[in-house]
């Protein structure tokens, strides 16, 4: 009797795989505002003025249905467009995690929340296209918060580099050339417990696997 340890083996990694789950949900709020307290519901400027000032953009996505969490979570940007020479390549973005709330409807610099110092994910853009989703992992933010580690108050999102020109990210469906399919996006693929009957699969897969093994062995030995 022939055993097809390759077989066996793309049937035990069908299962694991089976039990994965993708869902992306919308972005429920984001803001963003400058030290100006200029504001921009449409986009996500996330750049710095020439004067030394910045703007900084806000995110928060609802993960109320998540007790815990057990996968890898992914965040996902339109990048719109460029300003002024439409070079945006070498572009340096952080992710900070909030430790305070806040409300779309912000408007003052002073009142923007709090965030940990050190980030949580960093988005570097190498190219200068435009018209694209860029994406960062955000698995290890999206964990704590699901754990209760801590409290879910979003991200935000600041240019590291400070350098220009002004790179668009679309943040609301205002603008007549986006819509709501380029809002934000977090991706969350979770690997569900695999039921008893799913474990008894797998055990006998790996032990048609090491049964394999044996026989190879004696053939070999003979």
């Not at 408007?107 to 949580?120: K, M, N, Q, V």
């Not at 994406?135 to 108050?153: C, E, H, K, L, P």
């Not at 979770?190 to 093994?213: F, H, K, V």
Request: charged share 15%.
């Amino acid at each position: 009797m022939n055993f097809n340890t390759t077989a066996v083996g793309v049937l035990v990694c069908g299962l694991l795989a089976s039990n994965a789950f993708a869902q992306t949900l919308p972005v429920v709020q984001t803001g963003n505002i400058s030290v100006d307290n200029g504001t921009d519901t449409q986009f996500l400027t996330v750049n710095w003025w020439p004067n030394g000032q910045k703007n900084i953009g806000l995110l928060q996505f609802d993960l109320s249905a998540y007790a815990s969490f057990s996968g890898t979570a992914t965040l996902n940007l339109f990048h719109q467009w460029n300003d002024g020479n439409a070079l945006g390549q070498n572009a340096v973005f952080n992710l900070y995690q909030n430790t305070s709330a806040w409300d779309s409807s912000i408007d003052d610099w002073t009142e923007r929340p709090s965030y940990e110092p050190t980030p949580a994910a960093t988005l570097t853009i190498s190219d200068s296209n435009t018209y694209l989703w860029r994406s960062v992992d955000v698995t290890a933010a999206v964990s704590s918060w699901t754990s209760g580690a801590m409290t879910n108050y979003g991200f935000t999102l600041e240019r590291v580099d400070q350098g220009n020109p002004f790179i668009y990210f679309v943040a609301d469906a205002e603008h007549p050339d986006t819509g709501e399919s380029l809002r934000p996006t977090l991706t969350l693929v979770t690997a569900p417990i695999p039921e008893p009957e799913t474990y008894a699969l797998m055990l006998a897969g790996l032990g048609l696997l090491g049964l394999a093994q044996r026989r190879r062995k004696q053939k070999a030995v003979a």
